[in-house]
Nanobody, 114 residues
Framework: QVQVVESGGGLVQPGGSLRLSCAAS????????MAWYRQAPGKERGMVAI??????TYADSVQGRFTISRDNAKNTVNLQMNSLKPEDTAVYYCYADNALGHYWGQGTQVTVSS
């Protein structure tokens, strides 16, 4: 059974930084895409950043501030978030997919506030 577990959320002041980490386990197939999504209150869940073996893609709103990285040997994906803004406040979800399907973590809260 595949498990996806996030960590690293919390409260940070505007302009600050946070690093989110995610570990995926239990898959006999390699993970293709790994990504971070977020959902703010009253809004739909949206893609923040996605990383494959060939590319990285960012939402326009985080381009230049966030960096996604992964360790294929450990099946982990990280999201370094710099220059955080109040509008980055949301629950952040880790996503991973393989040949059998796609999987979500339980989410971690990020709050940007003074």
């Amino acid at each position: 059974q595949v498990q996806v577990v996030e960590s690293g959320g919390g409260l940070v002041q505007p302009g600050g930084s946070l690093r989110l980490s995610c570990a995926a386990s239990g898959s006999i197939f390699r993970f293709n895409s790994m990504a971070w999504y977020r959902q703010a209150p009253g809004k739909e869940r949206g893609m923040v950043a996605i990383i494959t073996s060939a590319d990285r893609t960012y939402a326009d709103s985080v381009q230049g501030r966030f960096t996604i990285s992964r360790d294929n040997a450990k099946n982990t994906v990280n999201l370094q978030m710099n220059s955080l803004k109040p509008e980055d406040t949301a629950v952040y979800y880790c996503y991973a997919d393989n040949a059998l399907g796609h999987y979500w973590g339980q989410g971690t809260q990020v709050t940007v506030s003074s």
